[in-house]
């Protein structure tokens, strides 16, 4: 099993973004995938999350509406579009593997996911 995370990078504040995490060793149908970030000095937080068992989807208040989660399934692959980036975005930003649903319950917490890929980094600047 392994996850593969993309994407990251430097942007001016406004900017867009998308990261991808993709999988290997399984398939996404019973999973949920969710993403992670860390800021220096401060705990991980989970930011989305998308399960396809029952198509749920979760958003930290921090990130709706300005972040979108989908899967492309023919790809393995799950990717977080992120819109209207503001410096507090700056962070390394992980994926992760669970099988839970739904995401709407279990999506933000990091004990409910079986495995992690590597990070990538987001920076957010002008």
């Known amino acids: 099993?392994?996850?593969q995370a993309s994407?990251?990078?430097l942007v001016?504040?406004?900017?867009?973004?998308?990261?991808?995490?993709a999988a290997s060793g399984f398939t996404l149908d019973y999973r949920a995938i969710g993403w992670?970030?860390?800021a220096p000095g401060k705990e991980r937080e989970g930011i989305s999350c998308i399960a396809n068992a029952d198509g749920s989807t979760y958003y930290a208040d921090s990130v709706k509406g300005r972040f979108t989660i989908s899967t492309?399934?023919?790809k393995n692959a799950v990717y977080l579009?992120?819109?209207s980036l503001k410096p507090e975005d700056t962070a390394?930003?992980?994926c992760a593997m669970g099988s839970f649903v739904p995401c709407t319950r279990?999506?933000?917490?990091q004990q409910y996911y079986d495995y992690w890929g590597q990070g990538t980094q987001v920076t957010v600047s002008s």
Do not use: T
């Open 1 to 3: 099993v392994q996850l």
């Open 7 to 9: 994407g990251g990078g």
């Open 12 to 21: 001016h504040p406004g900017g867009s973004l998308r990261l991808s995490c």
């Open 72 to 74: 492309d399934n023919s």
């Open 92 to 94: 390394v930003y992980y």
């Open 81 to 83: 579009q992120m819109n």
């Open 106 to 109: 279990y999506g933000a917490g």
């Open 36 to 38: 992670f970030r860390q």
